[in-house]
């Protein structure tokens, strides 16, 4: 979870069509993958890591000699029958030290997808006869005319254990979504990094706008199986159905899996990173205002009630858990849109997808906020995830279903159009314990209010800390309403405070829900 991962490489890749003899009559759906799904979670976990060609280890293949290794443009699957979809695949070893087995199906066939070498471009290498044809693909990127009709761009990439990126129009890359997270976030135990070991590309017709893919999940602690189509566009999006069967650990011995119970079972987990912003009380030896993937999470609980939770970069993990039952949505965003925020020529954060969920009704559960300290902007630190309150029982299809969404600012405005639009944190020049809070909101229904009657602030915070004082002004040069909280720590107190603040007038709710969670230094 805590590494980075690197979706985006800096050579070239591409493949053909020429894929394996051997096409078997079958009609692949979720119910088919379903059923391999549960016939391996009957045996203990098989690590595809075992099946990695020692040439191909990370102590046989280093960094510069894995960037040596470049896919044939001119090899993406699909190219021969001129389709708009294009995929190619990412050579496996180095850091990708799990092969994944890909087919392609149709209709009526399905058929493997077989390691070539002559896919690659292996520079001054040679390796290429040490790699068996059944070794696998470290993963695989999609290619779709997205910015303009004449030009295949990347549309997104698979790559490493479950993790996923995905790009709408005019975007960048930036944080990532993964098919499941397990023990994500919990001191007791260890974190467990789901597998997609299997995939089945299912073969575009020449005008169809939507890719549909199947996949198998494996772990120590559960198998299953996904359904993908993905609709490329201004926002792209991916309607996702999974299966899950968790095995039996009394049936399977100890040895053979070293699997504790699992205690969080993270639907949908996004992961990001969030090094500074206009929120940080630490400052780092660093050219630009700003670094981060994302800044904030956006809730939209069963009630109605939107939450808007600042992200942060904390000295020591935080664990914030939400009660979320009938949660109707909730995604990392990328509120910030405007370069001269970041002022980096390099990395187009002011680009970067915000991603949001829509669960297929997901019942009684908690949303989970996990967030670890970072140095740097190389490491993804934050994570979010829903947790059902129910767990499955062994061996019995668990089945979950949402809608992902890579969208930048218009469709960020949609889905809360009276927001918060930063958060600003340090001392109060009158008192030496107090922290100074400034919130900025704006929306069309707060900016209808007149100067002269500015709204209420209905501000909280927990037992540990309390609330001296209250002001609310508005900004006419950032035409916002800005907040301003003086909140004091109890004595002695080292826990994290939690706090909350709403603009309204009388009851009426003008705003969504700012939330945070400050820690003392």
Request: aromatic share 12%; glycine share 6%; with cysteine.
């Given at each position: 979870?805590?590494?980075?991962?690197?979706?985006?490489?800096?050579?070239?890749?591409?493949?053909?069509?020429?894929?394996?003899?051997?096409?078997?009559?079958?009609?692949?759906?979720?119910?088919?993958?379903?059923?391999?799904?549960?016939?391996?979670?009957?045996?203990?976990?098989?690590?595809?890591?075992?099946?990695?060609?020692?040439?191909?280890?990370?102590?046989?293949?280093?960094?510069?000699?894995?960037?040596?290794?470049?896919?044939?443009?001119?090899?993406?699957?699909?190219?021969?029958?001129?389709?708009s979809f294009r995929v190619e695949f990412f050579h496996p070893g180095y850091l990708y030290q799990e092969p994944v087995h890909v087919n392609e199906f149709t209709a009526t066939h399905v058929q493997p997808?077989?390691?070539?070498?002559?896919?690659?471009?292996?520079?001054?290498?040679?390796?290429?006869?040490?790699?068996?044809?059944?070794?696998?693909?470290?993963?695989?990127?999609?290619?779709?005319?997205?910015?303009?009709?004449?030009?295949?761009?990347?549309?997104?990439?698979?790559?490493?254990?479950?993790?996923?990126?995905?790009?709408?129009?005019?975007?960048?890359?930036?944080?990532?979504?993964?098919?499941?997270?397990?023990?994500?976030?919990?001191?007791?135990?260890?974190?467990?990094?789901?597998?997609?070991?299997?995939?089945?590309?299912?073969?575009?017709?020449?005008?169809?706008?939507?890719?549909?893919?199947?996949?198998?999940?494996?772990?120590?602690?559960?198998t299953g199986a996904y359904e993908f189509h993905i609709r490329p566009g201004e926002t792209t999006v991916a309607d996702i159905d999974?299966?899950?069967?968790?095995?039996?650990?009394?049936?399977?011995?100890?040895?053979?899996?070293?699997?504790?119970?699992?205690?969080?079972?993270?639907?949908?987990?996004?992961?990001?990173?969030?090094?500074?912003?206009?929120?940080?009380?630490?400052?780092?030896?660093?050219?630009?205002?700003?670094?981060?993937?994302?800044?904030?999470?956006?809730?939209?609980?069963?009630?109605?009630?939107?939450?808007?939770?600042?992200?942060?970069?904390?000295?020591?993990?935080?664990?914030?858990?939400?009660?979320?039952?009938?949660?109707?949505?909730?995604?990392?965003?990328?509120?910030?849109?405007?370069?001269?925020?970041?002022?980096?020529?390099?990395?187009?954060?002011?680009?970067?997808?915000?991603?949001?969920?829509?669960?297929?009704?997901?019942?009684?559960?908690?949303?989970?906020?996990?967030?670890?300290?970072?140095?740097?902007?190389?490491?993804?630190?934050?994570?979010?995830?829903?947790?059902?309150?129910?767990?499955?029982?062994?061996?019995?299809?668990?089945?979950?279903?949402?809608?992902?969404?890579?969208?930048?600012?218009?469709?960020?405005?949609?889905?809360?159009?009276?927001?918060?639009?930063?958060?600003?944190?340090?001392?109060?020049?009158?008192?030496?314990?107090?922290?100074?809070?400034?919130?900025?909101?704006?929306?069309?229904?707060?900016?209808?209010?007149?100067?002269?009657?500015?709204?209420?602030?209905?501000?909280?915070?927990?037992?540990?800390?309390?609330?001296?004082?209250?002001?609310?002004?508005?900004?006419?040069?950032?035409?916002?309403?800005?907040?301003?909280?003086?909140?004091?720590?109890?004595?002695?107190?080292?826990?994290?405070?939690?706090?909350?603040?709403?603009?309204?007038?009388?009851?009426?709710?003008?705003?969504?829900?700012?939330?945070?969670?400050?820690?003392?230094?």
């Open positions: 979870m805590w590494r980075r991962v690197c979706l985006i490489l800096t050579f070239g890749l591409a493949l053909t069509s020429r894929i394996a003899s051997g096409a078997e009559s079958a009609e692949v759906n979720l119910d088919y993958v379903a059923q391999r799904a549960l016939e391996r979670a009957q045996k203990p976990f098989h690590s595809p890591r075992a099946d990695l060609p020692k040439v191909l280890r990370q102590d046989s293949l280093d960094y510069d000699k894995y960037r040596d290794i470049r896919f044939r443009r001119d090899q993406a699957l699909w190219t021969e029958d001129d389709l997808i077989r390691f070539v070498q002559n896919f690659f471009d292996y520079g001054k290498l040679k390796i290429q006869n040490q790699i068996p044809a059944n070794t696998g693909y470290a993963g695989f990127r999609i290619l779709y005319p997205l910015n303009k009709t004449n030009r295949l761009d990347e549309l997104g990439a698979f790559l490493g254990a479950s993790y996923f990126r995905l790009l709408g129009k005019d975007q960048r890359y930036g944080l990532s979504a993964r098919g499941l997270a397990l023990n994500t976030g919990e001191p007791d135990r260890p974190e467990e990094f789901p597998i997609f070991t299997d995939w089945w590309l299912g073969k575009p017709q020449k005008d169809d706008t939507t890719l549909t893919l199947f996949a198998i999940l494996d772990s120590v602690s559960c999974a299966v899950i069967y968790f095995r039996d650990q009394k049936k399977i011995p100890a040895a053979s899996t070293n699997a504790q119970p699992v205690k969080t079972i993270g639907f949908a987990p996004l992961t990001s990173m969030f090094w500074f912003g206009k929120n940080s009380e630490r400052k780092f030896d660093d050219y630009r205002p700003e670094v981060h993937d994302s800044d904030g999470l956006l809730v939209r609980m069963g009630n109605g009630e939107t939450l808007w939770r600042p992200l942060d970069n904390p000295v020591v993990m935080r664990h914030q858990i939400f009660s979320a039952p009938g949660i109707k949505g909730f995604g990392l965003l990328q509120r910030e849109r405007n370069f001269a925020a970041y002022q980096d020529s390099f990395n187009f954060y002011h680009l970067e997808p915000s991603v949001w969920i829509e669960p297929h009704g997901w019942g009684d559960g908690d949303l989970h906020l996990v967030e670890l300290n970072t140095a740097y902007e190389g490491l993804d630190n934050v994570v979010a995830f829903w947790d059902p309150k129910n767990k499955p029982a062994p061996l019995q299809p668990f089945r979950f279903g949402y809608t992902l969404k890579w969208q930048t600012s218009d469709a960020d405005v949609k889905l809360s159009e009276n927001r918060v639009v930063s958060t600003r944190i340090g001392l109060d020049p009158s008192c030496a314990d107090c922290r100074q809070i400034v919130i900025d909101f704006t929306g069309p229904r707060l900016d209808a209010i007149p100067e002269n009657e500015p709204p209420q602030a209905i501000a909280n915070c927990s037992f540990n800390a309390v609330i001296l004082n209250n002001q609310v002004i508005r900004d006419l040069d950032l035409k916002t309403w800005r907040v301003i909280l003086k909140m004091q720590p109890k004595p002695g107190n080292a826990d994290p405070v939690d706090l909350r603040c709403t603009l309204q007038r009388g009851t009426n709710i003008l705003s969504e829900t700012w939330t945070y969670q400050w820690s003392p230094p």
